[in-house]
């Protein structure tokens, strides 16, 4: 892997993990039924064939944080074919968090856009 590579890869991580919460509050907003982890991954993994933008394994903490945060409430239930798992569910303090975080987003990728393409006038 020479200098670009690890660049590049360095630069994927930084972002991706600027993005997650984001993505996963939105996920569990739109989502009509609590969802545990692998069909969260799931879900993502469909709508990002080519980038993998999330390692299943690098949800989890993710989802603890929010959880953590007050953002997200999570609940055990027995299943038929393994260990038990864990449902995520947003709660009201999330969906404000990811309505704001939506603002923040929007303006940050008008930015970036804008700087990219080298317009000045805002």
Not at 30 to 42: D, H, L, S
Not at 92 to 108: F, Q, Y
């Given at each position: 892997?020479?200098?670009?590579?690890?660049?590049?890869?360095?630069?994927?991580?930084?972002?991706?993990?600027?993005?997650?919460?984001?993505?996963?509050?939105?996920?569990?907003?739109?989502?009509?039924?609590?969802?545990?982890?692998?069909?969260?991954?799931?879900?993502?993994?469909?709508?990002?064939?080519?980038?993998?933008?999330?390692?299943?394994?690098?949800?989890?903490?993710?989802?603890?944080?929010?959880?953590?945060?007050?953002?997200?409430?999570?609940?055990?239930?027995p299943s038929t074919s393994g260990p038990p798992r864990r449902?995520?569910?947003?709660?009201?303090?999330?969906?404000?968090?990811?309505?704001?975080?939506?603002?923040?987003?929007?303006?940050?990728?008008d930015f970036v856009e804008q700087t990219l393409r080298g317009?000045?006038?805002?």
């Open positions: 892997m020479d200098e670009r590579d690890v660049a590049n890869k360095k630069f994927q991580k930084e972002l991706s993990t600027g993005t997650v919460a984001l993505v996963l509050l939105s996920v569990l907003d739109r989502a009509p039924r609590p969802m545990y982890g692998y069909q969260i991954a799931k879900q993502m993994e469909e709508r990002d064939t080519d980038l993998r933008f999330v390692k299943q394994g690098a949800l989890y903490p993710v989802l603890r944080s929010l959880e953590n945060g007050g953002l997200l409430e999570s609940r055990v239930e449902y995520y569910s947003i709660t009201s303090d999330g969906r404000l968090t990811l309505a704001a975080w939506v603002e923040i987003w929007n303006r940050t990728r317009n000045h006038d805002g």
